[in-house]
């Protein structure tokens, strides 16, 4: 397995769960970009296409984490706490 690949991997799962816990512990999303978070959902959608072809078990599930807590953070932002989401 590549180095740079687990390190990058795991950066980006701390960033996102950094979020989410943010996002949960203030029960606000003042300052952030919906937008941009829904694109973030969407390009992962698109990038993720091929999760239905197997390559790796850490492949599958490091996709599936990324595509449920996007969408996690869209549902977060525009549902659940929208009262704060600044437009």
């Known amino acids: 397995m590549n180095i740079f690949r ?3 991997d795991s950066s980006h799962l701390i960033a996102i769960v ?3 816990v943010n996002i ?3 029960r606000s999303c003042a300052g952030l970009s919906g937008k941009s978070q829904l694109l973030y959902a969407f390009v992962f959608t698109s990038r993720y296409l091929d999760l239905f072809y197997f390559i ?3 492949n ?3 996709k599936i ?3 449920v807590t996007s969408y996690g953070t869209v ?7 929208r009262a704060t989401y600044d437009r």
């Open 6 to 8: 687990i390190a990058g």
């Open 60 to 62: 599958t599930i490091m």
């Open 65 to 67: 984490f990324f595509l």
């Open 18 to 20: 950094i979020l989410i």
């Open 24 to 26: 949960w512990r203030t």
């Open 75 to 81: 549902y977060l932002m525009f549902f659940k706490f």
């Open 56 to 58: 790796s078990i850490y």
